[in-house]
């Protein structure tokens, strides 16, 4: 049974930081790149940023300069690390799984989301 387990959200004041991560389990975990997404209400689900196997990373604009996204192979474990936080960087942010090696289909797996607020 496939798993992403995110943890790290909550409540900040603008331009605070907070660090996300994502637990998978259930996946050849270097079979995938990784990612983040977020959707605020009343939007569309937006790319926030990936990292491919070989730690090739790719950014929204929006974030570019603020938020750094890495992984730990060893633990299959996914972070997202965001600084100078804004209230418009609120929403729900989702880890994403999409298989790139292997055989058989590709999978895309999701998490259940965590919510980021940033409020004064």
């Known amino acids: 049974q496939v798993q992403l387990v995110e943890s790290g959200g909550g409540l900040v004041q603008p331009a605070g930081s907070l660090r996300l991560s994502c637990a998978a389990s259930?996946?050849?975990?270097?079979?995938?790149?990784m990612g983040w997404y977020r959707q605020a209400p009343g939007k569309q689900r937006e790319l926030v940023a990936t990292?491919?196997?070989?730690?090739?990373?790719n950014y929204a604009d929006s974030v570019k300069g603020r938020f750094t996204i890495s992984r730990d192979n060893a633990m299959n474990t996914v972070f997202l690390r965001m600084n100078t936080l804004k209230p418009e960087d609120t929403a729900a942010y989702y880890c994403?799984?999409?298989?790139?090696?292997?055989?058989?289909?590709?999978?895309?797996?999701w998490g259940q989301g965590t919510q980021v607020t940033v409020s004064s």
């Open positions: 990292i491919t196997n070989g730690h090739t990373t």
């Open positions: 259930g996946i050849i975990f270097r079979f995938y790149t």
């Open positions: 994403n799984a999409a298989q790139v090696l292997g055989p058989g289909p590709r999978n895309t797996y």
